[in-house]
């Protein structure tokens, strides 16, 4: 038998909500924490100069064998909207420790928001904000649990989605502005109603899900107050905001040329109002929303201060953050270079303030069509599948844990050609490769190599009649290994290069231009 609590009570309520349209699941309630900060905000005010770094962890989720996961991309650009999202009201996040990979097809599809808080108790890391990047969140684009964490359908997470701002609203304390309309009147959407009749003075929601645990054989149904358009009521109505005016409008809806509601709504004293459609925490599409009000602002730099401080201790000088103004300067393959389908590097210069690189192949300019995509914490990238066999497109996009925003917008060519080879038949040298090539006289060449072992090796370059230029020994450790060589001025041709090895030479040509 399931038990039945019913709280009816005069003061203020909330909800995060679960909204019969499929939009929002996190379970409706109002936090004892947020009751007690809205009796007398002000005791609790604090200044809004200091910028708040949230570590989150970041768990994608595939299917059992490994498929269907977020893109790096994706992620990047779903992070640079939620920081947007949070820059007026000095919150911003940052991804902490590695991303979780997690292949589960019960977790990538699962039915109930219930079914996502056992995939959070598994893989939850303390002192963060545990996101979850799912194919399907219980059927909905989003949800946050307040004992667990978040859950952010993929397709919820372009870069025009305020989808993952909204929960992560919800996760610092924020209600709906309609809180209490989840179920229409009543929690179970049992009492029909019209928007051109007065609303009700209250209305009922399902409360069972929100509590700080899981009561999983229990339903709990609460009230909330109705919010008046004259705002008097608005301290202990609905969200509990007196700067969110009044809406009751608990699915998806589209807005006017000003960003209001097209649906005429009436209070309990019959005065008519649209609902606004620009805050974060409403149910309006997403190309209406644009901000958190300044009380909810508060209210979530109140609730990180103070109940989930943890989230905050140790976190707010954090590495890899800065800022990234610049886009890297391309050095391999470019101009239509040559190149084997794998077992080649690209080449790239550093850009302040990145740790990550995000490499990306296409067959067209616009990066519409990507064959090859990869993440690296070096300036360089060996290509471990096979590419197309045809003229090809790549840029790289500069990243941090919080930052990866700048717009990429160079990009170099390169030919992949069946004929060649990424390596040599030599049982110690992986592959090599040397770039740029062609190169410029009295530049710097380079040589990428991969050894099995530690071994020293010498260069001689030769003229195209074969009279040696110069030589030079270099030593190889174990593993990848980039050397250089400064090139004298040379008359424009065709050289070559001998790599002699314990085991046998490597040749090479090289083009001076």
């Known amino acids: 038998m399931k038990k039945i609590i019913l709280f009816f009570f005069t003061s203020f309520i909330w909800v995060s909500t679960f909204a019969q349209t499929h939009y929002c699941g996190t379970p409706a309630g109002k936090s004892k924490w947020l009751k007690e900060y809205q009796k007398n905000p002000v005791v609790y005010d604090r200044a809004n100069d200091s910028l708040l770094w949230v570590p989150m962890t970041i768990h994608i989720v595939g299917t059992d064998q490994g498929t269907g996961y977020f893109s790096y991309r994706n992620l990047y650009d779903a992070l640079c909207t939620l920081n947007d999202d949070f820059l007026e009201s000095n919150i911003q996040f940052f991804i902490k420790g590695d991303i979780n990979f997690i292949d589960t097809s019960a977790y990538y599809n699962h039915e109930t928001v219930i079914d996502g808080a056992y995939m959070m108790f598994k893989n939850n890391v303390p002192n963060t904000l545990n996101n979850y990047f799912v194919n399907d969140p219980a059927g909905n684009c989003g949800y946050n649990l307040p004992y667990a964490g978040i859950a952010v359908k993929k397709s919820c997470a372009s870069p025009t989605d305020h989808t993952w701002a909204h929960e992560v609203g919800h996760a610092l304390s924020l209600p709906h502005p309609f809180l209490g309309w989840e179920g229409g009147v009543s929690y179970d959407g049992s009492i029909p109603h019209s928007y051109n009749n007065p609303a009700p003075e209250w209305v009922t929601y399902d409360y069972t899900n929100f509590k700080d645990v899981l009561y999983e054989d229990t339903l709990i149904v609460d009230t909330a107050w109705v919010e008046k358009v004259d705002g008097s009521n608005c301290q202990i109505a609905a969200d509990g905001f007196c700067d969110t005016p009044p809406d009751y409008l608990n699915y998806r809806w589209n807005c006017d040329n000003n960003n209001m509601s097209t649906v005429e709504q009436t209070d309990p004293t019959g ?20 901000y958190f009000t300044p009380e909810q602002m508060a209210a979530m730099r109140t609730n990180l201060e103070t109940e989930k401080a943890n989230l905050l201790q140790g976190n707010q000088d954090p590495a890899d953050v800065g800022e990234i103004t610049a886009v890297p300067n391309l050095t391999f393959p470019t101009a239509g270079e040559m190149t084997p389908k794998q077992g080649f590097n690209f080449h790239w210069d550093e850009v302040d303030n990145a740790s990550h690189y995000l490499v990306q192949v296409s067959v067209v300019n616009t990066f519409l069509i990507v064959v090859y995509e990869a993440f690296t914490d070096q300036n360089f990238l060996l290509v ?5 066999t045809t003229d090809l497109f790549w840029r790289v996009r500069p990243l941090n ?9 160079n990009f170099e060519t390169f030919t992949v050609d069946g004929d060649l080879t990424g390596t040599k038949d030599l049982n110690n040298i ?13 530049h710097t060449i380079y040589l990428d190599i991969q ?9 001689h370059f030769y003229d195209i009649a074969g009279r040696e230029i110069f030589n030079i020994n270099k030593n190889l450790t174990s593993g990848y290994n980039q050397l250089d060589f400064n090139l004298p001025e040379l008359s424009s041709g065709l050289y070559s290069m001998v790599l002699k090895t314990p085991e046998g030479n490597i040749y090479e040509k090289i083009l001076i231009n």
């Open 271 to 290: 005065a008519k109002f649209f609902s606004d459609g620009n805050n974060v925490m409403s149910y309006s599409v997403d190309d209406c929303v644009h």
């Open 401 to 409: 844990r919080s930052n990866g925003c700048v717009e990429v917008d």
């Open 451 to 459: 050894s099995k072992v530690t071994q020293e090796v010498s260069a």
């Open 384 to 388: 471990d599948k096979d590419l197309p």
């Open 430 to 442: 992986d592959f090599y490769q040397i770039f740029p090539n062609p190169a410029a006289s009295g």
